[in-house]
């Protein structure tokens, strides 16, 4: 199994920049596509970006292409997900995945902890 532990996110105004991190455990993190959602109180988790396996595809809800850009280091066994020109609607607990591919979460197999990200106006 890989394990997710996140890092990063915090409070920002509207406008400024965030890196979000998600440090594998095993040796097997390089296997597996990667993805980031997040989730507002009430709401189901959404898909924000995914990057495959190799970090040559990668793959962004409308909502964030152009601002957010996901990376990985193979290497070190970690991912990242840099936040640009953030929205207050950007508001919400991120998380970061290991899995196949895809937009839907039951495509990811092991999740990090979350993190708040809050945007201010």
């Known amino acids: 199994q890989v394990q997710l532990v996140q890092s990063g996110g915090g409070l920002v105004q509207a406008g400024g920049s965030l890196r979000l991190s998600c440090a594998a455990s095993g040796r097997t993190f390089s296997s597996y596509a990667m993805g980031w959602f997040r989730q507002v109180p009430g709401k189901d988790r959404e898909f924000v970006a995914s990057?495959?396996?190799?970090?040559?595809?990668?793959y962004y809800a409308d909502s964030v292409k152009g601002r957010f850009t996901i990376s990985r280091d193979n290497a070190k066994n970690t991912g990242y997900l840099q936040m640009n020109s953030l929205k207050p609607e950007d508001t919400a607990v991120y998380y970061c995945?290991?899995?196949?591919?895809?937009?839907?979460?039951?495509?990811?197999?092991?999740w990090g902890q979350g993190t708040q990200v809050t945007v201010s106006s």
């Open positions: 995945a290991v899995g196949s591919t895809g937009t839907v979460t039951r495509q990811y197999f092991s």
């Open positions: 990057i495959t396996s190799s970090g040559y595809g990668s």
